[in-house]
């Protein structure tokens, strides 16, 4: 089978489709659009077709192929960790802008945030806290990728910090009501890093009021939310004493993560 026959058979959206044959074959995605005649293997056509007949089923790109990029990192990723997303790389920016030189990342997943700030602050002390003993797995194993030294822990949410205070604290938590209907186009994703309670607040609710807890004076508390959760996010972090509580828009526009100081 020719790369062009490959494609035609795939009945994938284009683009998709040369990914898959790339991360398939070992051709560079260039190579798959400029040399159509090629021939394949055996071998990359086989696992092309079992790619492709996946991908028709609903299984996301980045669980195909293993591996997702975030903030300039290639992350390792299974179906145990949340496909790091775009809007999730404006918590680092803002990360970035503050000063700090200890910082947690609560509910790490696959590492992405933890990881993506010590590379860009390798000075800082980096903690990485995790539930999920097989997500924390694959957390690890990005970080020996990357040989950056995040320290991680197992727990959940503030558990395994004990009395220990940070000047960051950062969270990309499950914020999905139960019951909302974009949680059917996310089945094969963890619900447990997605789902949060009736009305997608119950972690977020728990992240800011342990909050306090574990910042120094004038440290920094971050969250990521959903659509229409600013305004609640805001209400809990003033009425658990943050100071200059505010939030920022994603790249699309929508309200994604709340912050404040202790
Ligand atoms: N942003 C993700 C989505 O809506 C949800 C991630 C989360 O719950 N933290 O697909």
């Known amino acids: 089978m020719t790369i062009a026959e490959a494609l035609g058979a795939a009945d994938l959206e284009a683009r998709e489709a040369r990914l898959l044959l790339a991360e398939a074959s070992g051709f560079s995605q260039a190579s798959v659009i400029a040399f159509p005649e090629r021939t394949l293997s055996r071998e990359a056509e086989e696992r092309f077709l079992s790619f492709a007949a996946r991908r028709r089923r609903g299984e996301p790109v980045a669980y195909i192929v293993g591996h997702k990029e975030f903030y300039g990192l290639e992350l390792a990723v299974t179906p145990a960790v949340l496909i790091p997303r775009p809007e999730t790389e404006l918590l680092v920016e803002l990360s970035l802008q503050?000063?700090?030189?200890?910082?947690?990342?609560?509910?790490?997943?696959?590492?992405?945030?933890?990881?993506?700030?010590?590379?860009?602050?390798?000075?800082?002390?980096?903690?990485?806290?995790?539930?999920?003993?097989?997500?924390?797995?694959?957390?690890?194993?990005?970080?020996?990728?990357?040989?950056?030294?995040?320290?991680?822990?197992?727990?959940?949410?503030?558990?395994?910090?004990?009395?220990?205070?940070?000047?960051?604290?950062?969270?990309?938590?499950?914020?999905?009501?139960?019951?909302?209907?974009?949680?059917?186009?996310?089945?094969?994703?963890?619900?447990?890093a997605l789902e949060a309670g009736p009305d997608g607040l119950e972690h977020l609710r728990r992240l800011v009021a342990g909050a306090a807890r574990?910042?120094?004076?004038?440290?920094?508390?971050?969250?990521?939310?959903?659509?229409?959760?600013?305004?609640?996010?805001?209400?809990?972090?003033?009425?658990?004493?943050?100071?200059?509580?505010?939030?920022?828009?994603d790249l699309a526009g929508i309200p994604r993560v709340t912050g404040g100081k202790a």
């Open 98 to 192: 503050a000063e700090f030189s200890s910082a947690v990342d609560l509910g790490t997943g696959s590492g992405a945030l933890a990881l993506a700030l010590k590379r860009h602050r390798p000075g800082a002390r980096v903690v990485a806290v995790e539930a999920s003993a097989a997500a924390l797995a694959v957390a690890r194993r990005n970080a020996v990728k990357h040989g950056l030294e995040v320290e991680f822990r197992h727990g959940r949410w503030f558990e395994p910090l004990a009395a220990e205070r940070v000047d960051l604290l950062i969270s990309n938590p499950p914020y999905i009501a139960l019951g909302d209907p974009h949680l059917a186009g996310l089945g094969h994703e963890p619900a447990q």
């Open 214 to 249: 574990h910042l120094n004076p004038g440290g920094r508390l971050l969250l990521e939310h959903g659509l229409g959760q600013d305004a609640e996010v805001r209400g809990l972090m003033q009425v658990a004493g943050l100071r200059g509580v505010r939030t920022w828009p």
